[in-house]
């Protein structure tokens, strides 16, 4: 039996069941309902998901409820009586028993037909906010069920149910019998039906009024008479049977007395059907009279006119012929249509109102200080409400208060609405039950699934009526139904769920859309998870696939924005599979995904091809920015290969057939296949210069950017030996780079540099042998070229290409050279500029600069030059030793000491002498640590000496000179003693023969 038919088949039994119990109950057979309760638990708990048990069973008639789940709080009262004061009873009895602490939700099961209307105010007094109780949603009868029944997907569980309905109907029907037969359960005998009826409206209108309907009691008469006209003709019919009975002999006779039986049973059947038909009028006339009643009770009075308040009065009082003589006035229908025309106009006007206040607020949050006047925006949008701006007003309300972090009011917002909401406006309260279940999601997950499950009710009945406008809320709605069961480990209702979802998804009339492809894609990832979880592999693996294909798709219409839909379906496969990132089958994942962009047949015409082709590229791109080089590798080689076959059938995309092998070689590259690199650059740059003549400022510019990388592959896993064969690469794109500022006016900078960049950085390890100087005066060159503001937007790359290259710079130029000073120069600001980004890094590169150009300068003899360099050098070291003295202390002697040297070359004796004086200090206070120290003390008091000489301070000389005389002997090193007492004897035959 296919799922269909079984709904169909549990839709019979489910209505036959509540007719039944309903036509008892009428009886004064109210505890059908008992027997009940065992039944319905199975039933239940298949619809709702739950475990309930009877709780009876534990305690006899326990107040308010019937059935109970502890474990997910949720309890049930199961009954046959509709009326509001139940339903006020058992929501009394709930609460007074404080059974709204153990159990959250409660559902009052009506085993026949629900009403209409209940007094949601009355129910509201009761419960004071204590728990959540929506008469739409948690009193709910035999088509509730049925609702919810409709999507259970599983054939299995639909053919229980029908089973249970089927037992459940069969049992009712014999139970009524056994209790009517045994004496021990006998029931009252029923009264005559005219009593009933009168007893039914006494309550309803008091005994008195009763005889005040002509029209009842006229039915009633009338069905008294035909009941004694059936008593009769059931007479006279069993007179004719046992006449006819007594002549069986006689054919004749017989036969004529049949006919007369025959005449007589048709007679007593019509009867029996008039008595039925006026039945039902005077069902329908107390039906009627009921509503009448339930109505008048519901009226505000207060509110209400005059005529109204009369009416009532005159109801009350049985003077319905009189109410009725009230109410149809003269002119009235003209009345009527005056006050409905004004209250359209005032109802335009507030819905108007309502509309511009929600304006308001949203024109509000366009301002950047909208966070200061949060309580007037929210003043807006409470006043659109209270106008009657429900439905769009409330959900744009309830997206502000979840921006500012007041998700509770948000929701209460939604729940305001769905109480206000006309019945006809059945979209906007599909919406709004959507979008509660989404607030809700994350505290409450069981009351978000109940308002999703409201959801996707409406949406299927909206979604049968209009497809195309409802397709996706629909499979939005219940593929979070579907999310919220597998947060439960319901995976089977889980499972159900989100397959109607896929089948709902995958059957449109039209192509997918952007937010439907997103999400068919989740929806194929959590199933995928989900048969995971139940162990169904091939399932598993099938989703995941199709998971996989439409995460390519979505990438590739938008990788900025979707990259992560290819990304995360890649991931799932490879943890699938367990494979690494850089695993060997993560080509085969990728190769999967895009397998269907490039195959050729697929395409349906060549610019579709293209358009596939510029994709793949662009996803690529992307791909590289995440680090995933193989997917990359997948879309650059599919889109060359779809480059290469329309190039070949004559479609123009050379350009792009080009970009496409720069691409694929830079991949190369980056996977040490030097020989396949330079194969697909050199074939880009051969397309590059074929298209000169129709495109050459961009093709130059991009033939000059495939030499540099022709430059780089050049030097990657060849001998030293070979790297001469990188210069030509270079030269040439140097040469393009001069000729598109020289001829076409077009300089392309920051190409131009990225060259000079990458030079710089080869000469740095050594690899181009080239003449640095060369670089440089290219690199001035090109500064040359440029404005002022370029200079400034490109500084830190010019920085970084002067620092690489600055040792091969200062090690290789001679220091007579013109551009010595001026290379010092600019690679020591280069790293000075570098060092206040990263210290560490440039500390010691800029520290080695101004050694290596003051030491270069000293032996040079060019003093004045050197000066400025071993000074800032010393001051350098000596703030490293306040930071860390014992790792850099003497790391000071030798610059020191070159720079009182160069101080006194250039005449400047208070630095010599001071630099001096603090090397002495330096080294007398470590005698004991080294004995070789006191030959330097020796020499540095010696030099400090003459300086002071020179200085004019010769009586701090004469202390210096006797304390060299004093240390003279203890010098071990005869030579080093023979040449310092011969400085010694010249500076005291020459500056102190007198002492």
Request: charged share 25%.
């Amino acid at each position: 039996m296919v799922r269909k038919d079984l709904i169909d088949l549990i839709n019979n039994y489910a209505s036959h069941f509540a007719m039944q119990v309903g036509g008892h109950s009428a009886m004064g057979h109210y505890d059908t309902s008992i027997h009940t309760e065992q039944a319905s638990i199975l039933i239940l708990n298949a619809v709702f998901d739950l475990e309930l048990k009877n709780v009876n069973q534990d305690k006899k008639n326990h107040p308010a409820i019937d059935l109970i789940d502890k474990k997910k709080g949720v309890a049930f009262q199961v009954t046959a009586t509709t009326t509001p004061q139940k339903v006020a009873s058992t929501l009394q009895k709930f609460i007074d028993n404080n059974l709204h602490k153990q159990y959250h939700t409660l559902y009052i099961y009506i085993l026949t037909e629900k009403r209409s209307k209940y007094d949601t105010k009355k129910i509201k007094n009761i419960i004071k906010d204590k728990f959540n109780f929506d008469v739409g949603i948690h009193i709910v009868d035999y088509r509730d069920i049925m609702r919810r029944i409709s999507f259970i997907p599983s054939v299995e569980v639909l053919s229980q149910l029908a089973r249970l309905y089927e037992q459940l109907t069969t049992s009712l029907i014999s139970q009524l019998q056994f209790l009517q037969n045994t004496s021990k359960y006998s029931l009252k005998k029923p009264l005559p039906y005219i009593d009933r009826v009168k007893n039914e409206l006494e309550d309803i209108i008091g005994q008195k009024n009763i005889n005040k309907i002509p029209e009842l009691s006229e039915l009633l008469h009338k069905i008294t008479t035909l009941e004694v006209d059936l008593q009769n003709k059931e007479l006279e019919l069993k007179e004719y049977r046992k006449v006819r009975d007594d002549y069986q002999n006689n054919n004749s006779l017989w036969n004529i007395l049949h006919m007369s039986c025959v005449k007589a049973e048709s007679e007593y059947d019509n009867i029996k059907q008039a008595i039925e038909l006026e039945k039902k009028t005077v069902s329908a006339l107390s039906l009627n009279i009921r509503r009448q009643k339930e109505f008048i009770d519901q009226v505000d009075y207060k509110m209400a006119s005059e005529r109204m308040n009369e009416a009532r009065r005159l109801f009350e009082a049985g003077e319905y012929t009189m109410v009725n003589a009230l109410l149809s006035y003269e002119g009235r229908q003209e009345y009527i249509s005056k006050k409905l025309e004004e209250r359209e106009r005032e109802s335009a006007g507030l819905k108007s109102l309502a509309n511009e206040e929600v304006l308001l607020a949203l024109n509000m949050l366009q301002k950047q200080d909208w966070h200061i006047h949060i309580q007037q925006i929210k003043t807006h949008f409470e006043q659109s409400i209270d106008l009657g701006g429900y439905g769009v007003n409330s959900f744009q309300y309830s997206y502000f208060l979840e921006d500012v972090g007041e998700k509770e009011r948000a929701i209460n917002i939604l729940r305001k609405t769905l109480a206000h909401l006309p019945e006809k406006e059945i979209g906007n309260r599909a919406a709004a039950w959507g979008r509660l279940g989404k607030l809700l999601k994350d505290s409450n997950k069981e009351e978000a699934l109940k308002a999703f499950m409201e959801a996707s009710l409406i949406y299927e009945h909206l979604f049968n009526e209009d497809r195309d406008s409802y397709e996706f809320a629909l499979t939005e709605t219940l593929f979070e139904c579907g999310c919220l069961y597998m947060a439960q480990s319901s995976l089977e209702h889980a499972r159900g769920f989100l397959e109607q979802a896929l089948i709902i998804a995958s059957t449109l009339n039209k192509r997918a859309d952007a937010n439907m492809q997103k999400l068919i894609y989740v929806i194929l990832l959590d199933l995928g998870s989900l048969h995971q979880q139940l162990g169904n592999e091939d399932q598993t693996n099938s989703y995941q696939m199709m998971a996989l294909y439409m995460g390519a798709a979505i990438s590739l219409d938008n990788p900025e924005k979707e990259l992560f839909a290819l990304l995360e379906a890649v991931r799932r496969f490879r943890i699938l599979i367990g494979e690494k990132k850089e695993g060997p089958r993560s080509k085969a994942i990728y190769n999967n995904a895009l397998r269907h962009f490039v195959k050729i047949q697929k395409w349906q015409s060549q610019e579709d091809a293209f358009n596939t082709a510029k994709a793949l590229d662009k996803l690529g791109h992307y791909l590289l920015v995440e680090q995933e080089a193989i997917g990359a590798d997948v879309c650059f080689q599919g889109a060359l290969k779809i480059f290469r076959t329309l190039n070949k059938k004559g479609y123009s995309c050379l350009a792009e057939f080009s970009d496409s092998l720069k691409w694929v070689g830079f991949i190369y590259m980056i996977q040490n296949n030097v020989k396949a690199c330079k194969k697909v650059l050199l074939e880009a740059l051969r397309i590059r210069k074929q298209l000169l003549e129709n495109e050459p400022v961009e093709s130059l510019s991009k033939a000059a950017s495939l030499l540099t990388d022709l430059y780089d592959n050049s030097f990657i896993a060849v001998p030293p030996s070979q790297y001469y064969r990188a210069y030509p690469f270079f030269e040439e794109a140097l040469a393009i780079y001069k000729d598109l500022d020289e001829k076409y006016q077009q300089p392309n900078f920051e190409q131009w540099l990225n060259l000079l960049q990458h030079k710089s950085i080869f000469l740095s390890m050594g690899l181009d042998k080239t003449d640095a100087v060369i670089w440089y005066q290219e690199l001035n060159h090109l500064l040359d070229r440029m404005s002022s503001s370029s200079i400034e937007f490109y500084e830190e790359k010019i920085q970084i290409a002067i620092h690489e290259a600055g040792q091969v710079l200062l090690e290789n130029i001679d220091v007579d050279h013109t551009l010595f000073l001026r290379i010092a120069k600019d690679i020591t600001n280069a790293r000075k500029a570098l060092l206040k980004q990263d210290q560490e890094k440039y500390n010691t590169y800029l520290l080695w600069t101004l050694l290596h150009v003051g030491y270069k300068l000293e032996d040079a003899k060019k003093w004045k030059e050197a000066c400025p360099y071993l000074q800032e050098a010393v001051d350098m070291i000596q703030e490293l030793i306040r930071k860390d003295p014992d790792n850099h202390h003497k790391d000071i002697v030798m610059p020191t000491l070159r720079l009182a040297f160069v101080y006194s070359k250039i005449m400047d004796y208070e630095h010599s002498v001071n630099l001096l004086t603090d090397l002495y200090n330096y080294f007398e206070v470590r005698l004991s640590e080294n004995a070789q120290y006191l030959t330097v003390m020796v020499s540095i008091m010696l030099s400090l000496t003459n300086d002071l000489i020179a200085y004019g301070r010769k009586e701090k000389a004469t202390t210096y000179i006797t304390k060299a005389m004093k240390y003279l002997p203890g010098i071990n090193d005869l030579k080093e003693q023979r040449r310092l007492k011969a400085l010694f004897e010249e500076l005291k035959n020459e500056y102190f023969l007198d002492k």
